[in-house]
């Protein structure tokens, strides 16, 4: 042994401390006492045994230690200071104790020892007799149970009195609710599933978890009972199985004193070890940065300190349990080196007898001795530890704390923002206002609950259903149909109507779809007026990005502005477009020149199917002039119109209506309108009536009609009949009050149809088979359904799954393949559809001499054929006769000349030049009104 040096150069001061290759005694002890990093198992600590005369070693020890006596779990003992080793350990690690009272600047909860503390009591009570009765008594009589049984649960209310109680409480709920807030937020987010909003019920089942959680855990930990089953795993006075605590105690405090002894000492260090474990759950373990540190004198042979280190060193190597403390021991010279190797050295060498030390303790339990001797002069004790490193472990673990209360809380919040604006955490959906605007069936069946219709939810579900037999069939492709679903269940709202047949088009088409490859539908919402059609869009462009199966788009119902946006983003997404009951003139079409301020050109991906504002309206006008007002010398009208600012189909209805009346020769008088609704429609309907017209144009929308036609009905609008002529919208209103409308004695209806089942009837031309379906006469389908959503719609699907066919060699085909073989649709290749006839034009893809009708009410409620012009099949015929001629205007001469090429994988269109089909046209009306001969 080499003696003890203190510092005697500078240079020292520099070395780092946590390396222990420096010569300076003092950065020697700050690195053994360090512990590692967390991800880092912590290292076996030495029994440092200071020799030397007099009381040279103690205080060489207790300089060492002083440094750090602030700083970390501290204890000191002196030579004669206690009496029993019982004694020495309470006053380690009693209730008050040195080793658990408070470490200033740690930010952590000092130790606490559970298992020592039990059995200081249990060891007491041998000392505290119940008067008549033996004691201690026999462990196995009843009434020494009951004594000790009560004695417990005394001991265990004032364990902990006044504010230290309430300290201890609470910390241990913080460290049980960090681990249960946790699991209760989880469990919160798992019960949720993927609803549209995590309820009441799964929000106070994760309440409860946590809360009963962190109760039971909290209880455990205060009571002990968390950590009292290690007595029946280790090897001194082992509790029995099953044994209860306190007959446990009660044979403790019978036991011999060598047996408590070595109990006691082994508790010491298991509670150490508890205290440094490193817990899956949060524990302060995880932020202590250094060791516990004993200073103690054992100079005097046979005390009790000297027993209470010979008996700390021989449990350690029967248990291999080696406690996180660092002993700085004073021995005498003769202290027993044991029968183990002792690593030893001068004090000098002690960095390479720790290394040596360390050297063995890898391999099991080292020889805990490492003895050094002391020097004649003590080290200085002014060393300053540097602790940075173990502090920012403690704030790191408070961090984790915190982390772990309230982050789990934030995340959940977040989540269920982001659930609650994906509408239940759906991929291309978001929630704007209270509606759930996108495509709402991308990720599977579409959650309840999104749109407030139970119609709309139920066809939406049978349409589920359709496409998950279409991915099992593994083959197939996607098809996205655009309307407004969330509106209400109003049987009187055209949105609604409008919507119903939409969905039971497509749901009827796709159901019957056998062949290779299936069609699966994917629902897009646009909101209520399609307010949200432009995100709705970008939401389906971003979805078709990723998912080669989507090649087209259809649908469209209505020209308001939010149609008109989503044509142009898809557009600029180049996915093909079917429309079908949209018919505002310019529709398709994208503005082109500076600003936008040029007359615009229609995107070649846009092809309608349903006929324009303008045709309807010049048929109108033909058909008021030439039989509803035949005879009138000098007949006029009066537009009733809805002007909503961003509904393009009542303004431009209107519009044509204006126009192509004039060009009859009917005068157009002061136009009346109402706004938002239906709002002031009273007003406007007297106003109308006061200019005497012989026609009312009716230039609104289905939700409206019913109000406009009772306040005509009840005012002096001049001799009846009072002629009403709508535009297509209202058929929406006929299929559901048509009865209603029959009714009214002095109002005669008529309105224009893009599209009926009553166009068919009379054996005018072969009807398709769903059109059959829809005139049998026994049980004919969807009666009360809006006619032209329906046909068209289901017109719309058929031919964009008859398109993907052709497209379809055994892959998957391109969206420009689809929008080539939509193109062909043409003069040369026309398609028989349930609508009638569809033919698209080569540069504006509107319908060509698509068929059209005017309808009238008749007294029953039902709907009769007045005029019909365009084909219903190929087969018939073109009509020649004047009304008929030249209805679509110059729609046939709009050019495309700054349209973009379509799509970088579409082939060319072919569109021959028309071949108009010669032949007359027998009239579709035999009616009185349409009585005449054909022009």
């Known amino acids: 042994m080499v003696v003890l040096r203190s510092r005697t150069t500078s240079g020292m001061d520099s070395a780092p401390p946590g390396d222990i290759r420096v010569a300076d005694p003092h950065a020697v002890i700050e690195a053994l006492v360090r512990r590692p990093f967390f991800w880092r198992p912590d290292r076996a600590l030495p029994l440092v045994l200071v020799v030397g005369r007099d009381g040279g070693p103690f205080d060489a020890a207790r300089r060492l230690a002083a440094p750090f006596e602030d700083s970390l779990p501290h204890a000191t003992v002196r030579a004669g200071e206690h009496d029993t080793l019982d004694e020495l350990v309470a006053a380690l690690a009693g209730e008050h104790g040195q080793l658990g009272k408070p470490v200033g600047g740690s930010f952590l909860p000092p130790p606490r020892f559970p298992l020592v503390q039990f059995v200081l009591w249990a060891r007491r009570q041998r000392d505290e007799p119940s008067p008549g009765v033996a004691w201690p008594p026999d462990p196995r009589s009843r009434t020494g149970q009951e004594e000790f049984k009560d004695r417990l649960k005394d001991w265990r209310r004032g364990r902990y009195g006044g504010d230290r109680g309430r300290r201890t409480a609470a910390d241990f709920l913080g460290r049980a609710a960090t681990t249960w807030v ?54 001194y006075l082992t509790r029995k199985r099953f044994e209860r605590l306190p007959k446990y105690a009660l044979r403790i405090a019978g036991a011999s004193d060598a047996e408590v002894e070595r109990l006691l000492v082994h508790a010491l260090c298991q509670d150490l ?94 020889p805990l001795r490492l003895m050094v001797r002391a020097p004649a002069t003590p080290p200085d004790d002014d060393y300053r530890p540097r602790l940075l490193g173990s502090r920012m472990r403690a704030i790191g673990y408070w961090c984790v704390m915190a982390l772990l209360l309230i982050g789990p809380v934030v995340l959940l919040g977040r989540i269920q923002q982001d659930r609650n604006a994906h509408c239940g955490g759906l991929s291309w ?34 349409i589920d259903h359709n496409n998950a037999l279409a991915r099992e069939a593994g083959t197939y492709v996607s098809v996205v149909l655009f309307g407004e679903y969330s509106v209400a269940q109003d049987r009187n709202d055209s949105a609604f109507v409008g919507a119903r047949a939409e969905l039971t088009a497509v749901e009827e088409y796709q159901r019957g779809v056998s062949g290779a490859p299936r069609l699966q539908v994917l629902v897009a919402n646009a909101g209520t007026n399609f307010q949200q059609g432009r995100r709705t869009a970008e939401l389906v462009s971003e979805m078709a990005a990723e998912d080669p199966r989507v090649l087209g788009v259809i649908g469209f119902q209505r020209s308001v502005r939010g149609v008109k946006e989503a044509i142009g983003t898809l557009h600029e997404a180049k996915i093909p477009m079917l429309v079908t009951t949209a018919t505002a003139d310019r529709l398709g079409y994208l503005p082109d020149g500076a600003g936008g301020s040029g007359p615009g050109y229609p995107s070649p991906y846009v092809f309608r199917l349903g006929p324009s504002n303008q045709r309807q309206a010049r048929l109108a006008a033909r058909f008021a002039h030439d039989r509803l007002l035949d005879g009138v010398d000098r007949p006029s009208a009066v537009i009733v119109q809805d002007q909503t600012d961003d509904d393009d189909y009542t303004n431009n209805l209107a519009d044509d209506y204006a126009e192509e009346a004039g060009a009859v020769g009917i005068t157009v008088g002061d136009r009346v309108a109402y706004k938002d609704r239906g709002t002031g429609m009273d007003l406007a309907v007297s106003r109308a009536c006061a200019q005497g017209p012989d026609l009312l144009l009716y230039a609104g929308r289905a939700a409206d009609f019913l109000d406009f036609l009772r306040y005509v009905e009840g005012k002096d609008c001049g001799r009846a009949p009072i002629k009403v002529l709508a535009g297509d919208d209202v058929i929406k209103a006929v299929a559901n009050s048509g009865a209603v409308i029959g009714d009214y004695r002095r109002v005669r209806v008529y309105y224009a149809a893009l599209a009926s089942r009553e166009l068919w009837r009379g054996g005018a031309a072969t009807p398709t088979g769903f059109v059959q379906s829809l005139l049998d006469a026994r049980d004919p389908k969807h009666p009360n359904e809006s006619d032209d959503n329906l046909i068209l719609s289901y017109d719309a699907a058929k031919l964009f799954y008859e398109r993907v066919n052709a497209a379809y060699r055994g ?12 193109s062909l649709v043409s003069p040369r290749d026309r398609w028989n559809g349930s609508s009638g006839v569809i033919s698209f034009g080569a540069a504006a893809h509107e319908p060509e001499d698509k068929a059209i009708a005017i309808l009238r009410v008749n007294d029953s409620g039902g709907s009769e054929v007045a005029v019909r012009c365009g084909r219903l099949a190929t087969t018939e015929p073109q009509d020649t006769r004047e009304i008929c001629r030249d209805l679509d205007g110059d729609a046939g001469e709009r050019t495309a000349t700054n349209a973009p090429v379509a ?19 027998a009239s579709a009306s035999t009616r009185e009104e349409a009585a005449g001969p054909g022009r």
Request: with cysteine.
């Open 182 to 235: 946790p699991v209760g937020t989880l469990a919160a987010w798992w019960l949720g599933g993927s609803s549209d909003l995590v309820g009441l019920i799964p929000w106070a089942l994760g309440v409860l978890v946590a809360v009963i959680g962190t109760a039971i855990q909290a209880m455990l930990s205060i009571r002990g009972s968390f950590f009292n089953g290690w007595f029946g795993k280790q090897p």
């Open 903 to 921: 799509a970088p994988s579409a082939r060319p269109p072919v569109n021959p030049p028309v071949n108009p089909p010669v032949g007359p046209v």
């Open 273 to 366: 070890r508890q205290a440094y474990q490193k817990w899956l759950i949060p524990w302060p373990s995880w932020g202590r940065g250094l060791y516990a540190m004993l200073v103690l004198d054992a100079r005097w042979s046979g005390d009790v300190n000297e027993r209470f280190l010979r008996t700390l060193e021989e449990t350690v190597e029967e248990t291999g349990l080696l406690p996180p403390l660092l002993v700085l021991a004073a021995v005498p010279e003769s202290f027993a080196p044991g029968s183990r190797p002792v690593t030893a050295g001068p004090l000098a060498d002690l960095p390479a007898l720790v290394t040596t030390w360390r050297t063995a303790a890898r391999r099991r339990v080292p």
């Open 811 to 822: 892959g998957l085909p391109s969206r420009g393949d689809v929008l080539y073989q939509i």
């Open 429 to 462: 959906v978001e929630r704007t206002g209270g509606e759930c605007v996108g495509v709402v069936n991308a990720d599977g069946p579409a959650p309840g609950g999104l749109f407030s219709s139970k119609e709309i939810t139920e066809l939406v579900a049978r």
